[in-house]
């Protein structure tokens, strides 16, 4: 039976999905740096399991042999997505992430032609970002082809964040904010713009954010221009200010290392299950061709507990060989309506 290494299963993102991948009927094999926690998850699942570091690429190399497809799980993807990618290659495996960041995006569609030669699909973004964006984002620019402007606005209701996802965040802190303005990405300041935007509720305020759409979007639909507004706290929109004068105290090494230390002490693993269950997240993306503007929405369920759910879909789909060899994005390798599948999800044209 054909099975899927699990890497960095045992991360609070990696567990949501190791628990739906075995409720779907998945053949796992847990793999990640840290044995005793592989053990304990291992035992728990009655699943084999590797302990090895991606520098060790021997024992990648072996892993691999073992499966099928990877679903890579461990972050900051930054500095872990280019060791198991190029290793997918070589080894001939197909491989999804659960990242949203750019750098990995872009370096990942730069090996498109390997992969369509190696005959496996990369697909990164395979969570919350950017699986129902980008398809929400597909489904709109198909009401107005030609559109040469996106802005894609999010805003998640009782959730939280994750210990990885904080730490990933830190270690990109010193990129600031990113647009895509002509096809290129181009750096911005922080809370380069911002914007009132009503999902329903009342207008809420919304800040540029490096979203990993700012990639994929053009990728997916071919529109140049691309800015995401995401909506935060208060306090949290002034931080992201503050760091447009400190920021470049943050950016060495030794500082993120430190900070993402006291992470590890002071933020919870992630979301509670009550907020995986009860916690949603609203988006609406708006194309443009500079005389008309067509406007979509999406709710979904709870960003973390949505992730488990389309990176485990993807990998069904995979083992089922429905996959489309190179670089592909969600919406490009299963259609705009894919996230459409799962409970809680619903679109509709404003």
């Not at 107005?144 to 606005?153: D, K, R, V």
């Not at 995401?228 to 500082?255: H, Q």
């Not at 060899?325 to 999800?345: N, R």
Request: glycine share 10%.
């Amino acid at each position: 039976m054909k099975k899927i290494l699990v890497y960095g299963s045992y991360g609070y993102t990696g567990q949501l999905i190791v628990e739906r991948a075995m409720k779907q009927g998945l053949q796992l094999l847990l793999a990640g740096r840290d044995e005793k926690q592989l053990q304990a998850q291992a035992e728990k699942f009655g699943l084999d399991y590797r302990a090895f570091s991606l520098d060790n690429t021997p024992a990648l190399d072996s892993a691999l042999q073992e499966v099928d497809a990877v679903l890579h799980c461990a972050g900051p993807f930054v500095l872990t997505f280019r060791q198991i990618a190029e290793a997918c290659i070589r080894n001939k495996k197909h491989y999804v992430d659960i990242s949203g960041e750019i750098e990995g995006f872009e370096a990942l569609a730069a090996m498109d032609a390997d992969a369509k030669q190696a005959g496996v699909m990369l697909l990164p973004g395979g969570g919350f970002d950017v699986a129902p964006s980008d398809c929400l984002i597909a489904y709109t620019a198909g009401k107005l082809p030609g559109a040469t402007n996106l802005e894609l606005y999010i805003k998640s209701i009782g959730s939280g964040i994750s210990r990885g996802t904080a730490r990933s965040g830190i270690e990109n802190s010193h990129r600031q904010g990113r647009i895509r303005r002509d096809g290129k990405i181009v750096s911005v300041p922080n809370v380069w713009d911002s914007k009132l935007v009503d999902f329903g509720r009342g207008p809420s305020r919304l800040v540029t954010m490096g979203w990993g759409d700012v990639s994929t979007a053009y990728h997916s639909t071919g529109i140049p221009n691309v800015t995401v507004y995401m909506s935060f706290p208060k306090a949290m929109i002034n931080g992201m200010r503050l760091t447009r004068f400190v920021g470049p105290l943050l950016y060495t090494r030794t500082a993120r290392d430190f900070i993402k230390w006291l992470i590890g002490i002071f933020f919870s693993p992630g979301p509670s299950r009550k907020q995986n269950e009860t916690g949603f997240s609203l988006m609406i993306a708006e194309v443009s061709d500079g005389t008309k503007t067509v406007r979509a929405k999406l709710r979904t369920p709870e960003a973390y507990y949505l992730t488990a759910l389309t990176s485990v879909e993807i990998m069904k789909r995979i083992l089922a060989d429905d996959y489309k060899p190179g670089f592909q994005t969600p919406s490009k390798a299963y259609g705009a309506d894919f996230i459409l599948q799962f409970d809680g999800v619903q679109r509709e044209d404003l």
